[in-house]
Nanobody, 122 residues
Framework: HVQLVESGGGSVQAGGSLRLSCTASLYVGCMGWFRQAPGKEREGVAA???????SYADSVKGRVTISKDNAMSILYLQLINLKPEDTAMYYC????????????????????WGRGTQVTVS
């Protein structure tokens, strides 16, 4: 069981940027970022696998970059040009599985979750 700890959230003005980090207690091949706004379902934002293939939600394409430092087991999410609708709790997720195609953005695929870091855009 891998432990995930997110950091880097905060309050920014629209148009601003943030970089979220997720430190994993051990290496996991497939990792992703999800977010959940009040009253809404948790949705996938971006994911990356062991071959560094990436997936992005349409709502964030062009404004988000996912990356990871395999040596340090740290996952990043760079957010730029933030909008008020990006306000949510952002969660790091991981699954020890190899996918034949692009890493999934489906919540049910992931078995390990962090506690989240809040992003507020005004």
């Amino acid at each position: 069981h891998v432990q995930l700890v997110e950091s880097g959230g905060g309050s920014v003005q629209a148009g601003g940027s943030l970089r979220l980090s997720c430190t994993a207690s051990l290496y996991v091949g497939c990792m992703g970022w999800f977010r959940q706004a009040p009253g809404k379902e948790r949705e996938g934002v971006a994911a990356i696998d062991s071959e560094r293939r990436t997936s992005y939600a349409d709502s964030v394409k062009g404004r988000v970059t996912i990356s990871k430092d395999n040596a340090m087991s740290i996952l990043y999410l760079q957010l730029i040009n933030l909008k008020p609708e990006d306000t949510a709790m952002y969660y790091c997720a991981a699954v020890d599985r190899r996918y034949t195609r692009y890493p999934p953005l489906t919540r049910d695929e992931y078995t390990n979750w962090g506690r989240g870091t809040q992003v507020t855009v005004s």
